[in-house]
């Protein structure tokens, strides 16, 4: 099993920067990819940026350019940049891990971009 905690986020004025962490109760080296997923209100969760094991990343359209995915093995820790952020950013961000064919979540941290 995983177990994920999120932190990072809160209110932030358009344009500004969070930076989000998810700590995993693992080593994540072992864990095929872990990703930023996110909801907004009346939304589906979506996903926003993944880190596979080997090193490729993607992100949705929305976000290339100005979210950065990155990963500490030594830390266990998984982290969003998100610069450039906009009101349409804001949702409950949610840190996921996929390991031996299952997937864990965490808690969600809330993201609001005011404008």
């Known amino acids: 099993q995983v177990q994920l905690g999120e932190s990072g986020g809160g209110l932030v004025q358009a344009g500004g920067s969070l930076r989000l962490s998810c700590a995993a109760s693992?080593?994540?080296?072992?864990?095929?990819?872990m990703g930023w997923y996110r909801q907004a209100p009346g939304k589906q969760r979506e996903p926003v940026a993944v880190?596979?094991?080997?090193?490729?990343?993607n992100y949705t359209d929305s976000v290339k350019g100005r979210f950065t995915i990155s990963r500490d093995n030594v830390k266990n820790t998984v982290y969003l940049q998100m610069n450039s952020l906009k009101p349409e950013d804001t949702a409950v961000y949610y840190c996921?891990?996929?390991?031996?064919?299952?997937?864990?979540w965490g808690q969600g941290t809330q993201v609001t971009v005011s404008s």
């Open positions: 693992r080593r994540i080296f072992s864990i095929n990819y």
């Open positions: 996921k891990a996929y390991a031996a064919g299952s997937n864990y």
């Open positions: 880190i596979f094991s080997g090193g490729n990343i």
